[in-house]
């Protein structure tokens, strides 16, 4: 009981307690901001060229003002400044460089005003920085950095260049300024530069900068424009190839993609089949048909100016391949033949034969090579030749008869494998040893065979590549032909859908499946079972007979 009407009281006390507080807040409505305060936070002391100025966070409603605090130490604040109510920053420019202050801010509003944090800053008297020098279209172009010297009313640029080698004044700029373009600068002159800050008044100078230097020249120009090429697909690399006047300069290629919507040049980049995208040599590896056409140019330019090449053109276009075999007259002595080569690329040449050797592996473009037979002593034998062109292929199949004397008979084929058309190109030329001119022959077709066979003997499957030949109509009698293979799905397909109905089938055959007749002993023509001529189907294998006349 005594513990109940202790909290009963305890309720009541603040009860009281606030509706005397909600009373007194209504008859004095400051009373609550006199009691509880807010003192300035976020208090920043930066330097500028005018002195030091000071930033603040204004957290009271009411006060009448702000007291602005100094000293050369925590211990030491002082009073320097009353601002008005609501401000939040004030300059100081009574500083002296090189020395070290310490600030605080107070809202001024009764005899215990709160007090802001201290905040110290060391006033200093620096000179520019991180000077920057380069050459432009119109001179050369000088950047610093302003470290706020103090009460510093402007900048002094120097120049020296590397004839005179002395310094001299070259320019005063205003103290908000921090750029500057020499445009005095001759071409062919190194330059060097520095800045100071400067107080006019007094005639009190910040140290020098570090220094700059530069050099003016002229623009690029272009000296040596890109050609026009024409590149077979997928074959050796070309390139577009600049040349341009002038000191340092960059090259960036670009490429128009004639042709296609919403076409403008576009820098290149590394990758795909173009490489050198920023030398003078642009490379175009293995480019495909897609790019011919396109257009190519460079772009070169330096820091004071750029010049853009003309524009070349890029051309693609397939391998192409011919071989024109001509008479090969042979003995039994080493013969040859002459291979005439028309193409448009370079050829390469390959043999699988010992026993044929070639004038030359490799060529370029339209010529010729010759192929050497030595002499056959022995059974008949097949050589292979197979000639490149990039993705262009002929091969010349090479026969020689038994030898026999100088009645060792030669024949060349050349065959050019499939593109587009299942049929390939074959021409075929045989040449006995005892007739000038070539006759027609199949060699192409032909199998090769073991030297070590005799001639009469069967040659062995072919094991090189099959010439295409056309196509022959279907044997109708064929059972793995396409339409008796049809004839035999439609009985089957027809078999299942009467199956599905119920309908039974009789098969009859006139010869051996006949219904016997009276009281002759008959036979299942199905699995020789006897059967009574009363019957209609075999009691053995179900076998059903003809009951229709």
Same mark, same amino acid.
């Given at each position: 009981?005594?513990?109940?009407?202790?909290?009963?009281?305890?309720?009541?006390?603040?009860?009281?307690?606030?509706?005397?507080?909600?009373?007194?807040?209504?008859?004095?409505?400051?009373?609550?901001?006199? =009691?509880?305060?807010?003192? !300035?936070?976020?208090? #920043? @002391?930066?330097?500028? /060229?005018? &002195?030091?100025? +000071? $930033? %603040?966070? *204004?957290?009271?409603?009411?006060?009448?003002?702000?007291?602005?605090?100094?000293?050369?130490?925590?211990?030491?604040?002082?009073?320097?400044?009353?601002?008005?109510?609501?401000?939040?920053?004030?300059?100081?420019?009574?500083?002296?460089?090189?020395?070290?202050?310490?600030?605080?801010?107070?809202?001024?509003?009764?005899?215990?005003?709160?007090?802001?944090?201290?905040?110290?800053?060391? =006033?200093?008297?620096?000179? !520019?920085?991180?000077? #920057? @020098?380069?050459?432009? /279209?119109? &001179?050369?172009? +000088? $950047? %610093?950095? *302003?470290?706020?010297?103090?009460?510093?009313?402007?900048?002094?640029?120097?120049?020296?260049?590397?004839?005179?080698?002395?310094?001299?004044?070259?320019?005063?700029?205003?103290?908000?300024?921090?750029?500057?373009?020499?445009?005095?600068?001759?071409?062919?002159?190194?330059?060097?530069?520095?800045?100071?800050?400067?107080?006019?008044?007094?005639?009190?100078?910040?140290?020098?900068?570090?220094?700059?230097?530069?050099?003016?020249?002229?623009?690029?120009?272009?000296?040596?424009?890109?050609?026009?090429?024409?590149?077979?697909?997928?074959?050796?690399?070309?390139?577009?190839?600049?040349?341009?006047?002038?000191?340092?300069?960059?090259?960036?290629?670009?490429?128009?993609?004639?042709?296609?919507?919403?076409?403008?040049?576009?820098?290149?980049?590394?990758?795909?089949?173009?490489?050198?995208?920023?030398?003078?040599?642009?490379?175009?590896?293995?480019?495909?048909?897609?790019?011919?056409?396109?257009?190519?140019?460079?772009?070169?330019?330096?820091?004071?100016?750029?010049?853009?090449?003309?524009?070349?053109?890029?051309?693609?276009?397939?391998?192409?391949?011919?071989?024109?075999?001509?008479?090969?007259?042979?003995?039994?002595?080493?013969?040859?033949?002459?291979?005439?080569?028309?193409?448009?690329?370079?050829?390469?040449?390959?043999?699988?034969?010992?026993?044929?050797?070639?004038?030359?592996?490799?060529?370029?473009?339209?010529?010729?090579?010759?192929?050497?037979?030595?002499?056959?002593?022995?059974?008949?034998?097949?050589?292979?030749?197979?000639?490149?062109?990039?993705?262009?292929?002929?091969?010349?199949?090479?026969?020689?008869?038994?030898?026999?004397?100088?009645?060792?008979?030669?024949?060349?084929?050349?065959?050019?494998?499939?593109?587009?058309?299942?049929?390939?190109?074959?021409?075929?030329?045989?040449?006995?040893?005892?007739?000038?001119?070539?006759?027609?022959?199949?060699?192409?077709?032909?199998?090769?065979?073991?030297?070590?066979?005799?001639?009469?003997?069967?040659?062995?499957?072919?094991?090189?590549?099959?010439?295409?030949?056309?196509?022959?109509?279907?044997?109708?009698?064929?059972?793995?032909?396409?339409?008796?293979?049809?004839?035999?799905?439609?009985?089957?397909?027809?078999?299942?859908?009467?199956?599905?109905?119920?309908?039974?089938?009789?098969?009859?055959?006139?010869?051996?499946?006949?219904?016997?007749?009276?009281?002759?002993?008959?036979?299942?023509?199905?699995?020789?079972?006897?059967?009574?001529?009363?019957?209609?189907?075999?009691?053995?294998?179900?076998?059903?007979?003809?009951?229709?006349?």
């Amino acid at each position: 009981m005594k513990t109940r009407t202790r909290s009963r009281k305890l309720v009541t006390a603040l009860m009281a307690l606030a509706v005397i507080n909600s009373w007194l807040f209504t008859v004095f409505p400051t009373a609550q901001a006199d =009691v509880l305060p807010g003192a !300035p936070t976020n208090v #920043i @002391a930066s330097q500028t /060229s005018n &002195g030091v100025r +000071l $930033t %603040w966070k *204004d957290n009271s409603s009411n006060e009448t003002g702000f007291d602005v605090l100094r000293g050369e130490s925590l211990s030491n604040l002082a009073h320097i400044k009353t601002v008005a109510a609501n401000t939040t920053s004030w300059l100081d420019s009574t500083v002296v460089p090189g020395k070290t202050y310490y600030y605080a801010i107070a809202a001024n509003f009764g005899l215990f005003p709160p007090i802001s944090d201290r905040v110290s800053i060391k =006033v200093t008297f620096d000179a !520019p920085s991180k000077l #920057i @020098a380069k050459a432009v /279209s119109d &001179g050369i172009s +000088l $950047t %610093w950095q *302003d470290n706020k010297a103090l009460y510093a009313t402007g900048f002094r640029i120097a120049r020296k260049d590397n004839v005179s080698n002395t310094w001299a004044t070259l320019k005063e700029v205003s103290i908000t300024t921090t750029t500057y373009v020499d445009k005095t600068a001759q071409i062919g002159k190194a330059y060097w530069y520095r800045v100071q800050a400067f107080i006019s008044i007094v005639n009190i100078n910040t140290s020098w900068s570090n220094e700059g230097t530069a050099q003016m020249f002229s623009p690029p120009t272009i000296t040596t424009h890109p050609k026009s090429v024409t590149a077979i697909q997928l074959g050796p690399a070309v390139s577009f190839t600049v040349a341009a006047s002038g000191a340092s300069p960059k090259y960036q290629w670009q490429e128009l993609r004639v042709g296609q919507p919403g076409a403008a040049w576009k820098d290149l980049a590394d990758v795909s089949w173009y490489s050198g995208v920023k030398t003078a040599k642009l490379t175009i590896t293995k480019g495909g048909v897609i790019l011919t056409g396109w257009r190519y140019r460079c772009v070169v330019s330096n820091t004071v100016g750029q010049a853009i090449s003309d524009a070349a053109t890029l051309t693609v276009v397939v391998a192409t391949l011919s071989l024109s075999p001509s008479t090969w007259n042979s003995v039994a002595a080493a013969s040859s033949i002459k291979i005439t080569v028309t193409s448009n690329a370079n050829w390469y040449i390959t043999s699988d034969s010992s026993w044929l050797t070639l004038s030359q592996v490799e060529g370029s473009k339209n010529g010729s090579f010759t192929i050497f037979s030595s002499k056959n002593s022995g059974a008949k034998r097949t050589g292979i030749i197979v000639v490149n062109a990039v993705d262009a292929t002929m091969k010349i199949t090479v026969t020689q008869a038994a030898g026999s004397g100088s009645s060792t008979s030669v024949s060349v084929t050349t065959t050019k494998p499939p593109t587009t058309s299942s049929v390939s190109t074959t021409s075929t030329t045989t040449a006995p040893v005892t007739s000038t001119a070539p006759t027609a022959s199949t060699a192409a077709t032909s199998a090769p065979e073991s030297t070590n066979q005799d001639e009469d003997t069967p040659s062995p499957p072919a094991t090189t590549e099959p010439t295409s030949q056309p196509e022959l109509p279907p044997d109708r009698t064929d059972p793995s032909s396409s339409d008796f293979g049809w004839i035999w799905l439609l009985v089957i397909a027809l078999l299942v859908v009467a199956a599905g109905c119920g309908v039974a089938f009789v098969l009859i055959d006139k010869k051996e499946t006949a219904q016997p007749t009276g009281n002759s002993p008959a036979f299942c023509p199905n699995c020789g079972t006897p059967v009574q001529t009363s019957m209609h189907f075999c009691p053995e294998c179900g076998w059903q007979f003809d009951t229709t006349e």
